[in-house]
């Protein structure tokens, strides 16, 4: 029985592992001038002035921080291929911090009212586009997707780096989250995360020159993991893949870049759902004891 309870548990925080470690990673060098501790905001154009003082209070950042602002606009140019425009909507809201850390530090992401982008998500897309070493905070006055938490993100790594990212690099990260983010929707955030650890594990040492090829590979590995994806699922993977696997991308960054996400198990530990289960398991634990000295006192 408490076996049975355990092994979902132990599944979940495998899957956050293995969905950290394995995320893709570009060679992006932070400029010379880059300085540890650097801060930069990004806020959605829209707030209005109530909303903008709450999110700064909130970010606990001073009147001397650097502060960007985020269009609508934007969001759309970046998102407007990978998304229906009305999950877009017609307002900046999603707001950003992100601080530069020392090198080796790796990526760090907390979010607050981002119902359908992960921290796991961000911190992915994050390494696609390149950025490096850096703590980042990512809210809104209200809950949202959180899709457009990416182009602030970007916006302010760019600022606070002094680097220009380059735009197939920005492109690139959007499509990520968000087809995964749409995959993690059908089958699963664990099933998603999986899928596409062993997708991009083969990209590196896979043959790969026609659709068709990118066809069987995907069909190979949902099959390894008993998933059932969509003509129009692996149509959107083929392209997402294709992609990814024509930039130059470096795996040996990955582990050290992503150490942080997921990697602090006290995080984890902190979280209602996980207090909910482990008291679970202890009541267990107790009822096997108490039934155990009922058997021998009887």
Known sequence: MLWMMEKPYKKWIAGLVLWTLLVFSFTLPVSADAITGETVVTLGENLTQEQRERILAEMGVGEDVEIIYVSNQEEHQYLGQYIDASKIGTRAISSARITLLEEGAGLTVTTNNIDWVTEEMYANAMATAGIQDADVYVTAPFRVSGTAGLTGIIKAFEAAA?????????????????????????????????????????????????????????????????????????????????????LDINWEQVSNQLKNIRDNLNEILEREETRNFLRKVLDVIIAFFERLKDVFSS
């Open 162 to 246: 002094d680097i220009e990212i380059d735009e197939e690099q920005k492109q690139v990260a959007n499509e990520e989250m968000v087809k995964t983010a749409e995959l993690a929707d059908k089958i699963g955030s664990e099933e998603a995360a999986e899928l596409m650890r062993r997708l991009k594990e083969r990209l590196a040492d896979t043959k790969l020159e026609t659709d068709e090829d990118y066809r069987n590979l995907i069909r190979e590995i949902a099959a390894e993991l008993g998933i059932e994806l969509t003509e129009e699922d692996i149509d959107a993977l083929v392209h997402l893949l294709k992609r990814l696997k024509n």
